[in-house]
């Protein structure tokens, strides 16, 4: 096992409900659309991958009264803003890291274990999380970061993970992907990256049957890991050792997928 590669929003922090979703609703004000998206319908929203995306989904089944030639120019306007809004939220100290995260990050520093970031949000979205990180310059120990920009389609396509194996130079088979969304885990897959999946709120009923494992979050001391499914955990927390052991553990069933 080489590398880590980490997704970024629902894996390192939970940005969605407390993040994009109120940064979004803030651009609804400021541009006086009088939309508002509440805890559950983001949750259904969330089933479309990247912010642009969602907006134009949402006009499109909620037939909103914008007419279809305005839409992708609004959806751009909606998302330049709520990307501001969510700048501004992270440095307001909105969004904690989820248990686990930064430990497992230390120790795989420690030990000179690639880490890298695959993920569908926009990049100045993982800038801004990364300078909140407890540690600084957090952001120097990821070998290269994929976000929206770095490829067109996204998750669950595998696009953004295969630019991160190319970037990394190594083959899937020697990394092990931490998602939370069945998107997320399908894409790694599909890149033929073994993956642990920490589940949220808004994805802890999906499908993860092809999961490595499935656990609750990272654990952290005083906090154990609850886990889910697939190879068993065992201990408390998901360290390096049990990503290791899980790892020698999918290379040996030979599974397809690696
Ligand atoms: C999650 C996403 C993103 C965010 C919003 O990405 O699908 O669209 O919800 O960010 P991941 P943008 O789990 O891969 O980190 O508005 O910048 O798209
Ligand atoms: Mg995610």
């Given at each position: ?40 319908l983001y949750g259904e929203l969330l089933a479309v991958t990247g912010g642009r995306e969602r907006l134009l989904h949402f ?95 996204k998750k669950p396509d595998p696009g953004v993970y295969r630019c991160v194996l190319e970037r990394l130079a190594l083959p ?23 993956t642990l999946v920490t589940v949220n709120d808004y994805t802890s009923t999906q499908d993860f049957s092809n999961a490595l ?46």
């Open positions: 096992m080489r590398a880590l590669i980490f997704d970024v929003d629902g894996t390192l922090a939970d940005t969605e409900r407390d993040g994009h979703r109120i940064a979004f609703n803030e651009a609804f004000v400021e541009l006086g659309l009088g939309w508002d998206w509440d805890v559950a006009m499109q089944s909620n037939d909103v009264d914008v007419p279809i030639e305005q839409r992708e120019e609004l959806a751009k306007s909606v998302h330049r803003i709520k990307t501001e809004a969510y700048a501004r939220l992270m440095r307001d100290g909105a969004i904690v890291w989820r248990p686990g995260v930064m430990r497992l990050l230390e120790e795989a520093h420690a030990r000179g274990v690639t880490l890298a970031i695959a993920t569908t949000t926009t990049r100045a979205n993982v800038d801004v999380l990364l300078e909140q990180a407890p540690v600084d310059g957090l952001a120097s120990w990821f070998a290269t970061i994929a976000a929206a920009e770095d490829c067109a389609i899937g088979s020697a990394c092990i992907a931490i998602e939370d969304s069945q998107a997320g885990l399908e894409a790694a897959r599909a890149a033929g990256i073994a494992s499935i656990v609750s979050d990272l654990g952290d001391r005083g906090s154990p890991s609850r886990h889910l499914g697939g190879l068993p955990l065992d201990g408390d927390c998901v360290d390096l050792p049990q990503l290791e052991r899980w790892h020698a553990r999918a290379m040996a069933a030979a599974d397809p997928a690696l």
